[in-house]
């Protein structure tokens, strides 16, 4: 018997000894595959933005980004990793925002929009 074989084989022991009866083994191994795939699952859902807290603009800069912009901003809070900013552009359309904390571009914008009871939802990348 050669190396793998006997971790093969103590896997399986510990298995049996672990699972006890037939009637238990499908559940435990359901319940530790969806064990595996909550954990794969949660890794790849990333933040939006990744940036170190160093390298991070003040929260004195974004209301200044946002004015700059004409924006009136009701709320500015962290979420996924960005700012995100609650309020309305120069039109008074109200909107929300994630902007990159190192950069201060925006990374996401949705627009509430009146007419079609929705949010218009844009997605810009580096490039814009």
Do not use: N
């Amino acid at each position: 018997m050669d190396q793998s074989d006997k971790c093969t084989s103590t896997a399986w022991t510990f298995w049996l000894a672990a699972t006890g009866s037939d009637a238990v083994r499908p559940t435990v191994l359901a319940l530790s595959l969806l064990m595996v795939m909550l954990r794969a699952g949660s890794a790849l859902a990333g933040d939006d933005c990744e940036v170190p807290m160093d390298r991070w603009r003040t929260r004195e800069a974004v209301f200044t980004m946002a004015e700059g912009q004409g924006w009136t901003i009701r709320r500015v809070k962290i979420d996924d990793g960005c700012y995100e900013i609650r309020g309305a552009d120069a039109q008074g359309r109200a909107f929300k925002v994630k902007i990159d904390p190192e950069t201060l571009e925006i990374v996401e914008q949705e627009f509430d929009d009146d007419d079609d009871k929705g949010h218009e939802r844009r997605r810009h990348s580096g490039s814009d």
